[in-house]
């Protein structure tokens, strides 16, 4: 059997707010480059907080982005979003919004406004995959994705579940379009639980400790809010819930080209974020209320 074996079990960075709504850990690229977890370039994890009640819902402003996806996971909390197509809605726990940023888009996020009178746990995922030189210029788009869409998999033994947004699980196919390979899903095992998971031996594969503690291949064990990164040098691993657990996992193929980053624009050349800075400075993303 091929191993997929644990590079390195990373415990959060301290935090930082992302406007006033968001308080989040990023691993990527502060602790994991984008070169290594390519395709995706940002993670920012926002582990379980409790936010007081208010009449003014908090958030982020008006802001561009250009060259990339956004795919935010709700698992606590509600967030409302809008852009500059005019399209927008509601992020419901256990949902997913692929969001394709791509040539440019202006949006806003903020916590939903009756959440926010009421206050409570938000807990959520925001992830930057990266696409291709030939896809960045493409339309933008969103992708909304229901949890009641996503594929679930009754593992055996009354392990769990688990719940495939893109790529694949044991056949079954998750709703979301990518524009490169991409393995995204969340396995929700109970105590004791167990699951195997392979991938291909290239792909730069990670998993986040959502919810309790687990075991990776037997050995390396993982606690509430753990990034663990897995070498490339096989395809098969397996997990065992210690407690009742949530991982969510990602595998995706990295995108081999040079990547020029600079604030919300993610392009292959420091030209092209010049140009982005540009259209952006004068209208092309289009409008949007702040």
């Known amino acids: 059997m091929n191993i997929k074996n644990v590079e390195s079990v990373i415990k959060p960075p301290h935090y930082h707010f992302v406007g006033d709504g968001f308080r989040v850990h990023n691993f990527i690229p502060a602790v994991v480059s984008m070169e290594r977890m390519s395709p995706v370039i940002l993670l920012d994890y926002g582990a379980k907080f409790y936010f007081s009640p208010t009449d003014k819902p908090r958030g982020v402003g008006v802001h561009p982005h250009r060259g990339f996806e956004t795919v935010t996971i709700a698992y606590k909390g509600k967030v409302e979003h809008h ?5 927008g809605g509601i992020i419901e726990e256990g949902d997913v919004q692929w969001m394709t940023a791509a040539s440019g888009i202006l949006h806003k996020e903020f916590h939903e406004k009756e959440w926010a009178k009421k206050g409570g746990d938000l807990q959520m995922v925001q992830l930057w995959v990266n696409l291709p030189a030939k896809d960045k210029m493409s339309a933008p ?7 009641s869409m996503m594929p679930k998999f009754l593992l055996q033994g009354n392990s769990g579940t688990v719940e495939i947004i893109s790529g694949s699980y044991n056949s079954l196919q998750g709703p979301a379009h990518t524009f490169t390979p991409i393995n995204l ?11 195997e998971f392979s991938f291909p031996v290239s792909n730069n594969t990670f998993l986040l400790v959502i919810e309790g503690e687990i075991k990776v291949n037997q050995s390396t064990v993982a606690t509430e809010n753990d990034f663990v990164l897995m070498k490339n040098d096989g395809e098969i691993f397996n997990l065992e819930a210690i407690n009742d657990s949530v991982i969510l996992i990602l595998s995706g193929e990295p995108i081999n080209e040079p990547i020029a980053s600079h604030g919300p624009f993610v392009m292959n050349t420091r030209e092209e974020i010049v140009q982005a800075y540009n259209d952006f400075s004068s209208g092309k993303f289009g409008y949007l209320e702040d």
């Open 83 to 87: 852009d500059s197509t005019g399209a």
């Open 141 to 147: 788009k969103y992708q909304p994705i229901t949890n």
């Open 185 to 195: 899903m969340n396995a929700k095992l109970n105590k004791n639980g167990k699951a």
